[in-house]
């Protein structure tokens, strides 16, 4: 367990390294450069950090660890997990719909538009192809 908290701890300072590095060579690299490297050097930061205090709290409380991974696993909360990602899937579809006709009467380009109903028709297609192949399943 020691080794794995080592390289996430190891991950997030490079991270956070490389966010540095970024900021401080801010003018003498091109800003695309700057930007993507902040980027991904806080994106490494935050992953490691995070599962570095996780992993922590494990080896401290491997008893509060085990319950929790319990309740996790339990079946009414995996179904009540799975039904409020399905609501909050079509909270998000419909939301994409309404952004479309603002776009509209706002006289957005029409790229942007295209785009918001590109992706309510492409989540649409999604659910109907996975109903089908989950009816298959069971």
């Known amino acids: 367990m020691r080794r794995k908290t080592k390289g996430y701890l190891a991950i997030g300072t490079a991270g956070l390294l490389l966010a540095m590095v970024s900021l401080v060579l801010e003018h003498r690299i091109p ?5 993507t490297g902040t980027a991904i050097g806080m994106g490494l930061f935050a992953f490691g950090f995070s599962k570095f205090r996780t992993l922590r709290w494990e080896e401290k409380e491997p008893e509060i660890m085990h319950r929790a991974q319990i309740e996790e696993n339990d079946e009414r909360n995996i179904a009540i997990r ?57």
């Open 82 to 138: 799975r039904r409020a990602q399905a609501v909050s899937g079509e909270v998000l579809q419909w939301t994409v719909l309404v952004a479309a006709w603002v776009s509209i009467g706002l006289d957005a380009p029409l790229w942007v538009t295209v785009a918001a109903v590109g992706v309510f028709l492409a989540k649409s297609f999604l659910d109907l192809f996975l109903i089908f192949h989950y009816r298959k399943q069971m």
């Open 31 to 35: 800003d695309t450069v700057g930007a």
